[in-house]
């Protein structure tokens, strides 16, 4: 099988459970989001070598996965107390971390593992607020955010190849091009126009807004997670999906839109 179609088959079925977990059962995002975010830890433990205090990314994995499921349990109330949380957790981080055998030696560990924590855990967290509106279940503003993702990379992929001439950030992804960039914001707007008509939980406009942010704010994690794959000297983050790399290569662009997505529902729309 070509790169090509391997790409495009493993694509598929990565969308399909994708669509399935997220829009028809809360239990299924649930799934979703779990995976991402254990998927993505075992990934940044490997981007950060930090093969010698796995303990510590295995106690953040667990409670992470705890306060995943304690929100979905109590749908939305559970943002209003997101920070406290998350500061609890990074506590109980720097307690086994000053306790632990050799904590003198590896002074950098827990500020590593806090940043794969937070990293990780402030979007998959807030992507179930995405999904409740009031909380009341309504995954449309969250499967919209995945398909204008979709629709940004592929156009930005398909523009750069064929018009790419200068390069957006050389230096974190040398492939990355100012035109590829404006091709996937211009495909991001034209979906998200199209949802509009698809889905009008939200105005034309507030769409189109929501897409920009996706876009936009998606790129940049696309090229966060570049500088991290440098720094670690990898091409990838991993390779659980054949032909895509590692979770992390698949859902920068989700991590980074997230969180500025949850700001403009929550206080610019509903």
């Keep these: 099988m070509s790169e090509l179609a391997k790409r495009a088959l493993f694509g598929s079925i990565y969308v399909a459970v994708v669509i399935a977990g997220v829009f028809f059962h809360p239990s299924g995002l649930l799934f979703i ?18 093969q010698n205090f796995g303990l510590l990314y295995t106690s953040a994995s667990l409670l992470g996965i705890f306060a995943l499921v304690a929100h979905l349990s109590f749908s939305y109330d559970f943002q209003d107390h997101l920070l406290p949380f998350m500061a609890m957790v990074i506590l109980a981080l720097f307690l086994q971390h000053l306790f632990s055998k050799g904590s003198e030696t590896n002074s950098d560990r827990l500020s590593k593992v806090t940043f794969s924590f937070i990293y990780l855990f402030l979007p998959t967290s807030l992507a179930i607020s995405i999904a409740y509106i009031d909380g009341i279940w309504q995954p449309e503003y969250l499967l919209g955010l995945f398909i204008i993702l979709w629709a940004n990379d592929t156009a930005a992929f398909l523009t750069g190849k064929k018009f790419g001439k200068h390069k957006l950030i050389e230096r974190l992804s040398p492939k990355k091009s100012i035109e590829g960039f404006v091709g996937g914001l211009i495909g991001s707007l034209l979906v998200g126009f199209a949802l509009s008509k698809f889905w009008p939980i939200m105005s034309t406009i507030e769409w189109i807004i929501f897409s920009a942010i996706v876009a936009i704010f998606g790129s940049i994690g696309d090229l966060f997670q570049s500088s991290l794959k440098r720094s670690a000297g990898v091409k990838d983050s991993g390779n659980i999906i054949p032909g895509h790399g590692g979770i992390l290569d698949r859902l920068d662009s989700f991590l980074f839109s997230v969180p500025i997505v949850y700001f403009y529902l929550r206080y610019f729309t509903y």
């Excluded at 989001?33 to 940044?44: A, D, P, R």
């Design 33 to 50: 989001l779990s995976l991402i975010y254990v998927m993505g830890m075992i990934e940044m433990k490997h981007l950060q070598n930090g």
